[in-house]
């Protein structure tokens, strides 16, 4: 693509460095800017700057905050018994979207990966069992993505806490709402079958 601007050029390459957005995207979203006017202009970049700038990480569970604890830590409505593990803050925002959970959060910042050089030490595995030992946790709930390295990250932890009071949970895998049984994997199917529920159950959730 032939710019008439290095400038614009320049711009149009940091655009096109974010996910899912192509050269004639950022290129669109560059001309729809400089017919902006330049205060307006500044506001966006400012925005964007201060919010890389002064976002923290909650001290407690990781989770992204304005604060040194997140709005969810210091929510006191919220049941500081009861944490769920997630890879990612993108699975607390979809966590939080259901409505459905009460408790707090232990974002681990990504899940045990030998194969791309990911270990427990990468991981916020060692502040999470510092959690476990000082606070009255009653439940411990993996809600992670289920594949290998899930498995590996829970067995990782779980062997690690094994000594400890607090129940420790999984999210529930199976078949996906409104998909059929014969399309399953093997996998699935047969971890639907081991952790079926009791219809009184099943029906109320
Ligand atoms: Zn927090």
Known sequence: MQLPSGLLENAVAQFAKLPGIGKKTALR????LLKQNEEEVNLFSETIAKMRRE???CQRCYNISDGDICSICANSMRNKAVICVV????DVIAI??????NGTYHVLGGIISP????GPEQLTIQPLLHRLESEPVEELIFALNPNIQGDTTIYYIQKKIQHLPCKI???ARG???GGELEYA????????????LPVQQYVKG
């Open 175 to 177: 078949i996906a709402f």
């Open 29 to 32: 979203l560059v001309l729809h």
């Open 169 to 171: 949970t999984t999210i």
């Open 115 to 118: 194969l791309d050089g990911i």
């Open 185 to 196: 994997d093997e996998m699935t199917l047969a971890r639907s079958l081991a952790n079926r």
């Open 96 to 101: 939080e979207t259901t409505q459905q959970f």
């Open 87 to 90: 890879e990612n803050i993108r």
């Open 55 to 57: 976002i923290k990480f």
